[in-house]
C-alpha cells in the first residue's frame, strides 16, 4: 500500500524550532522518476494551505510567503523522505501538518491541494506564546 508518514509534530514556544519528516512506505521516490512532496498545514476554523515543496528529481523547491526564510525542505532520495525544518516559530504556524504527495514536479500543487495524490495522516505542531 502507498502511504506517506509524517513524525515530528509536538509543542514548542515561539521563537523555537521542529523537524518534521514525511516517509514514503510501499514505494520510492524513483519507482517514479520525478515525484513531488509537499508540506501542508491547517488550523482550527481555516482552509488547508500550502507550506513547501519539494521536486526529487531535481530538487526544487516551493515556499508559501509566510515562511520564506523560516522553513527549509530538503529530501534523501536514496531513504525516500522529506524533511521539513521549521525555524523561528510564530503561534500563526500552530496547525495540522501534512505531507502529500503526487508523481510529477511541484507545479501549483502547493496553490491546488487537490492535485496531491497521497496523503499523510498529519501531525501536530503546537506554538505556544
Known amino acids: 500500500e502507498v502511504q506517506l508518514v509524517e513524525s515530528g509534530g509536538g509543542l514548542v514556544q515561539a521563537g523555537g524550532s521542529l523537524k518534521l519528516s514525511c516517509a514514503a512506505s510501499?514505494?520510492?521516490?524513483?519507482?517514479?522518476?520525478?515525484?513531488?512532496i509537499g508540506w501542508f498545514r491547517q488550523a482550527p476554523g481555516k482552509e488547508r494551505e500550502g507550506v513547501s515543496c519539494?521536486?526529487?528529481?531535481?530538487?526544487?523547491?516551493d515556499y508559501v510567503d509566510s515562511v520564506k526564510g523560516r522553513f527549509t525542505i530538503s529530501s534523501d532520495n536514496a531513504k525516500s523522505t522529506v524533511d521539513l525544518e521549521l525555524n523561528s516559530l510564530n503561534v500563526d504556524d500552530t496547525g495540522i501538518y501534512y505531507c502529500a504527495g503526487r508523481v510529477g514536479r511541484c507545479g501549483v500543487m502547493l496553490q491546488m491541494p487537490v492535485m496531491a495524490e497521497t496523503w499523510g495522516q498529519g501531525t501536530q505542531v503546537t506554538v505556544s506564546s
Open positions: 510501499g514505494f520510492t521516490f524513483g519507482d517514479y522518476g520525478i515525484y513531488a
Open positions: 519539494i521536486s526529487s528529481s531535481d530538487g526544487r523547491t
